[in-house]
């Protein structure tokens, strides 16, 4: 909930929650969003990092795809985040591999 929530404070597009447990052996959740540019991508990357690392004493245990921002990979263990140029997330269409997973709620509409 908080990396969707720094996404969607810093204007992220579409973010949605996926519970992959017993789906996956590699995380529990899955969160996809997007961003209008590389440089909006390459910037939700850096504010989920510096403020889960801040308020959360959280650690990126791997970034991919900086500085090319037009799909960045972080990982949080539990948790992966999948930030994709709005362009770029359709062709890859990642929420279709888990289409019968349940979503989890971010509180604010698709936008």
């Known amino acids: 909930m908080a990396i969707a929530g720094i996404g969607l ?13 017993g789906k996956v052996d590699y995380s529990d959740y899955v969160v996809v969003m997007s961003g209008r540019s590389d440089r909006q991508v390459n910037a939700l990357g ?7 690392q801040k308020d959360r004493l959280s650690r990126c245990l791997g970034v991919e795809g900086m500085p090319s921002g037009t799909w960045l990979l972080m990982d949080y263990g539990d948790v992966i985040v999948h930030i994709f140029h709005e362009d770029t997330r359709g062709y890859y269409d990642l929420e279709t591999l888990w289409i019968d997973a349940a979503r ?4 604010a509409a698709a936008q």
């Open 9 to 21: 404070e810093h204007k992220a597009l579409n973010v949605e929650i996926i519970d992959v447990r």
């Open 46 to 52: 850096r504010h989920i990092e510096e403020d889960l």
């Open 104 to 107: 989890v709620a971010t509180g």
